[in-house]
């Protein structure tokens, strides 16, 4: 009945498969805003996002102090530091098929045990394949499973605002890159790395709390019955729109880290003392968080088209990381780095959002997953690529131009999805959302099938 | 100073830092005229050198280790008076635990020492770490002809303490200082616990909270 919070209020927009309600119409009278738990979601989420991007850097700030009780090289070391991000992309798919099935709920939270354990592992360790395995695989696993499984039940929860939750969330990722910097050298200097290990593998498995908040959606048709993860999986990879949009991103991502790996470096480059060269990179996290709220803001009022702006900011970012190497000074090393973090933030939510306009928000956990797998081949290959290049030339400047010419790149295929230049009547609705979605994707648009015929 | 004689100072820095050092003429020589002082590291001259009427000073942008050591003014005039700065890194110690491996590493720049000799402290005694002799409990490896290891095995409560690694040269020995402190894994244990069993309330208050507005509604 109307008025009863338990009536099950249909936001606009996405759950009835064959409405073309667009989004901003108003909602059924007596309906909450949000499903209930919405709030709990976007908590939990954004610990997720705190935690599991906080626990990879965190892995990259331990490795001087593992090398040297290992007595390894560094090359050797640096692994424990790439292992993990790479499972955590990798994985991606997993963390999908698995939520799809089980319930995003039960597979976060096991995630987050699985990823604790790793690091608890590791604190333990007495050779540096111990590591690999329990902080790189188990741990990275884990993270694997907490990550897709969050994103896609914000995407699912707040369909109307889909970028401003996204935005809100991963923030949570600056908040906690920017309280690593001082808290990693505090545990490493009071309990030493196995001590610190420790500490992290206890506060890692806060996303257990994390997990336990992602409340199970109730909607009518769906059933988590037969495993559709198949045919999810299999649909998305023979959908021209999606796989353009992954490779968009795999292209931005060989160029998207390079700054953030190499910022440090280049400011020693440029004559920065070890406090400025903490200034820039603290300031470009800080502003990362900022780019990614305001984005998501700018991007959830209705009818904006998402797609545009997502466009725009990989441009910018692109374009700043062209002239990057331009910063020479302090001044102007510290104005460019500031430019990119807040651009290079402002893409964050905007692309995992824009995978709901590409896919529509049925197979959005699916979509999310195979996204990263297919980015962990770009990130994995971006910061050492430009490594290389920087050996080669004796400087950063064309490692830089190299990771501009990326992201444009990955800016440009952005324009060839579908409803880019299309109009705004309806604006970008996604497509129908079926339990089983159809085997294979409509040959047209997907929005021309649901053109309102008003 | 006085003709022959050697003043030395001491400098420990425990972040990197700009550092200005400067020697000082005493005015009871400053009748000497034609004074040329030079400020080196080593062999090599450094060049920038502020002057005023009877100091002679230089800055330093101490951004990493590889710029400690030592640095010196030389007055060369009737006689050749000189003066050393001994720039040092303020140490951190190295943590470890009961029952793990240690390794301490101490590393020479500038110079390549002949020799490098491992001591470790008992009471105020300083004595050489033999590690053919004590071979399970102490390994020490040179990895490059500027670089040591010191392996200790099995460390204990009474492993912890002062070591110092000394690099033996043709003209003169320098000494490196380390703290090595073992902990027992119960000191990162209560944390580890209070932690968790923080997660475990966390999660309960997240399903009693549920349960209870699930019940709020089903009542509505």
């Known amino acids: 009945m109307p008025g009863s919070p338990l009536t099950p209020c249909v936001p606009p927009n996405s759950w009835t498969p064959g409405s073309p309600q667009t989004p901003g119409s108003p909602r059924p009278p007596g309906c909450p805003r949000h499903p209930p738990g919405g709030w709990g979601v976007l908590g939990g989420a954004f610990l997720q996002a705190a935690l599991v991007s906080g626990g990879v850097r965190a892995m990259g700030l331990c490795l001087r102090p593992l090398g040297g009780a290992f007595g390894a090289r560094a090359g050797a070391v640096a692994w424990v530091g790439s292992a993990p991000l790479a499972a955590l992309q990798l994985g991606g798919p997993l963390g999908s098929a698995l939520s799809t099935r089980f319930g995003a709920r039960p597979v976060a939270m096991i995630g987050g045990v699985l990823s604790g354990l790793g690091l608890f592992l590791g604190a333990f360790a007495t050779h540096l394949t111990h590591l690999y395995l329990s902080v790189g695989l188990l741990a990275g696993l884990g993270w694997a499973l907490v990550f897709t499984p969050s994103l896609g039940t914000v995407g699912r929860y707040f369909p109307t605002r889909r970028s401003l939750a996204t935005g809100l969330v991963v923030s949570g990722a600056s908040v906690s890159g920017l309280a690593l910097g001082p808290l990693i050298p505090l545990l490493l200097d009071t309990y030493g790395w196995r001590g610190a290990l420790l500490l992290l593998a206890a506060i890692t498995f806060n996303l257990v709390a994390a997990g336990a908040l992602l409340r199970p959606l109730p909607i009518p048709n769906e059933s988590p019955g037969p495993p559709q993860d198949q045919p999810g999986l299999v649909g998305l990879l023979r959908h021209g729109p999606f796989l353009r949009y992954a490779l968009a991103f795999v292209l931005v991502d060989v160029g998207y880290y390079v700054p953030f790996v190499h910022g440090a470096a280049r400011a020693h480059e440029v004559g920065c003392d070890q406090r400025r060269v903490a200034l820039v990179m603290a300031a470009m996290a800080g502003v990362d968080g900022g780019g990614r709220v305001v984005a998501g803001w700018l991007a959830a009022r209705p009818a904006t088209p998402l797609l545009r702006h997502l466009f725009v900011w990989v441009a910018l970012t692109g374009l700043t990381a062209l002239v990057l190497p331009l910063g020479t000074s302090f001044e102007g090393l510290l104005t460019l780095a500031l430019t990119y973090g807040f651009c290079a933030g402002a893409l964050v939510p905007l692309q995992f959002a824009g995978v709901a306009e590409v896919v529509g928000t049925g197979r959005l956990i699916h979509a999310i997953g195979l996204m990263q797998m297919f980015e962990s081949f770009g990130s994995l290959l971006g910061a050492p690529f430009a490594g290389w290049l920087r050996d080669v030339t004796g400087n950063y400047t064309v490692s830089f131009l190299a990771a501009g010419a990326f992201l444009l790149a990955g800016s440009l295929l952005i324009l060839t999805l579908p409803g880019f230049f299309q109009g705004k009547e309806g604006s970008p609705a996604p497509p129908p959302d079926d339990p089983e979605p159809p085997p294979d994707p409509p040959p047209a648009p997907p929005r021309a099938a649901l053109d309102p015929a008003v | ?220």
């Open chain 2, 1 to 220: 100073g006085v003709s022959g004689t050697s003043v030395e100072k001491n400098i420990t820095l425990d972040s990197a830092a700009g550092i200005e050092l400067s020697c000082r003429l005493d005015n009871k020589y400053s009748h000497l005229k034609s004074l040329q002082v030079t400020w080196k590291r080593g062999n090599e001259t450094i060049r920038h050198i502020n002057k005023t009427e009877n100091s002679w000073s230089i800055q330093l942008w101490i951004l990493d280790n590889s710029k400690l050591g030592s640095y010196s003014c030389t007055l060369k005039g009737e006689e050749e008076i000189s003066a050393v700065f001994l720039l040092q890194g303020k140490e951190k110690p190295i943590i470890s635990y009961e029952g793990d491996t240690a390794v301490m590493i101490c590393k020479s720049f500038g110079y390549t020492p002949i020799a490098w000799t491992w001591y470790m402290t008992n009471g105020s005694e300083q004595i050489a770490i033999n590690d053919s002799l004590l071979a399970d409990k102490y390994v020490i490896n040179r990895i490059s002809a500027s670089v040591t290891h010191l392996k200790i095995l099995k460390l204990t409560k009474e492993d912890d303490g002062v070591y110092w690694c000394e690099a033996a040269f043709e003209l003169g020995k320098s000494k490196g200082k380390l703290q090595l402190k073992v902990l027992s894994l119960m000191v990162p244990l209560k944390p580890f616990l209070a932690i968790v069993a923080e997660v475990v309330i966390l999660v309960t208050i997240v399903f009693l909270y549920e349960i209870y507005s699930k019940k709020k509604e089903k009542r509505a």
